[in-house]
């Protein structure tokens, strides 16, 4: 999955949804979304090496991913919108093909970018049903 980069920026405005907090720092609406987690890769369908809220430049190639596993969206869309120091970065459209769905986006991150970043799951309807704040710290 390659970046996408949003010609019109959502910032803030998704609607919210029942989004109670989990571990590591993620919100996710549980009615929607198991799982939503920021890691270094993505293999055979399941996150490796999780990240919590503080992440150093050495502790990653290129790219971070964004796990979202969702539920009961089939034939929907949802979208992974990357965020870095309040600009939408990446607008990434995914299709919900099944009732159980594990997916992800992967956002390449410039040695330049250290700062505050978001990534927000957000419903064809414009729901936010997902949302996770980090820092990439310099090493």
Request: net charge positive.
């Amino acid at each position: 999955i390659r970046d996408s980069v949003a010609s019109r920026g959502l910032g803030d405005v998704y609607k919210r949804q029942h989004v109670a907090s989990v571990a590591l720092g993620a919100q996710i609406d549980t009615g929607k979304i198991s799982r939503a987690v920021l890691t270094r890769k993505v293999s055979k369908r399941e996150p490796t090496n999780v990240f919590a809220a503080d992440i150093r430049l050495s502790q990653f190639e290129e790219g971070l991913s964004f796990f979202s596993e969702i539920k009961n969206l089939q034939g929907q869309q949802v979208k992974h919108v990357w965020s870095f120091e309040g600009e939408t970065m990446a607008e990434i459209t995914l299709n919900v093909t099944s009732p159980r769905y594990r997916t992800y986006s992967t956002k390449n991150i410039m040695n330049t970018q250290t700062g505050h970043w978001r990534v927000d799951v957000v419903d064809e309807q414009g729901n936010l049903i997902a949302q996770k704040e980090f820092r990439i710290l310099a090493d």
